[in-house]
């Protein structure tokens, strides 16, 4: 799809479903909201970056604010006026509404069209792809939604109550005996959701996630100092523009990021965090 065409159509998803600013937001923070749509619908990305920045520094966490945010770097991103950075950034804001709105189908849509220029360029230069593959414990954790998981606990539960009402207070041997199997499997299985939903729930509350912003951020050891050769085991010690990654910990200068399955300290310009709810 040609870039004309792809504003077209974030323009598009614009109109139809970033203006819709929830209640969240105070009545002069919506107005600043409709200044920046405004400026965006009438092709004044940078003008509407500005807006939406401010209302980011003020500690605005919606996921609409979010989104067009994401929308306005994109557009600008493939605008004569981008500037280095602008397609991470457009991937954190975009990111960072999804956390707030899992079920945002154009925000989706418009991190996928981040994620395959920013992959497409990469790949014309020959570099690591924007995607790691995650530690076991974190794929493990990520594998069903936590809300899911508590759920299925929660099934799991009220099945072993069954089964020992079943196991107790029945005078059929045949449904005491299946009683006693129910209360056992169903038992075993909610001991293990449950344990699978307190680590999920222990890991989101540990962490906090950012998207690299720069147009690579190099890797760093506990000095700061950039590693190279031996030390990465063949890498290029850069992170590409766009990637997630796991916030560890932070310090004045340096955050400690888990980058797929290994971990390194990056420079806190770099990247940008994520806003949580």
Do not use: C
Not at 16 to 41: D, F, K, N, P, Q
Not at 205 to 220: D, G, M, N
Request: zero cysteines; proline letters at 3%; aromatic letters at 6%.
């Amino acid at each position: 799809m040609k870039a004309p065409a792809r504003l077209l159509l974030l323009l598009g998803l614009l109109w139809g479903t970033a203006a819709e600013a929830r209640s969240s937001l105070s009545a002069a923070e919506l107005h600043e909201h409709a200044a920046a749509v405004a400026a965006l619908r009438r092709g004044a990305p940078t003008e509407a970056i500005a807006q939406l920045e401010l209302l980011a520094d003020r500690g605005v966490v919606q996921p609409d604010v979010s989104y067009d945010r994401g929308l306005a770097y994109l557009t600008r991103a493939q605008s004569r006026a981008s500037q280095p950075g602008d397609y991470g950034r457009a991937a954190a804001a975009l990111q960072e509404a999804l956390r707030l709105r899992p079920s945002d189908e154009g925000a989706q849509a418009a991190l996928a069209r981040v994620q395959e220029d920013l992959a497409r360029a990469r790949g014309r230069r020959g570099n690591t792809s924007l995607m790691a593959r995650p530690s076991l414990l974190r794929a493990v954790l990520d594998f069903l939604p936590e809300s899911l998981v508590a759920g299925l606990a929660l099934a799991a539960s009220l099945a072993t109550t069954l089964g020992l009402a079943l196991a107790l207070f029945v005078r059929s041997v045949r449904r005491r005996f299946l009683g006693r199997w129910v209360t056992l499997l169903a038992g075993a299985l909610g001991l293990l959701l449950g344990t699978w939903a307190w680590a999920a729930r222990q890991q989101r509350h540990a962490t906090r996630e950012a998207v690299v912003i720069a147009s690579e951020a190099r890797l760093r050891d506990a000095a700061g100092i950039p590693l190279r050769g031996k030390e990465l085991g063949g890498g290029d010690g850069l992170l590409p523009e766009g990637a997630l990654l796991v916030i560890l910990e932070e310090t004045e200068r340096f955050f400690l990021v888990e980058w797929g399955a290994k971990r390194y300290r990056v420079q806190r310009d770099e990247v940008r965090l994520l806003a949580r709810d």
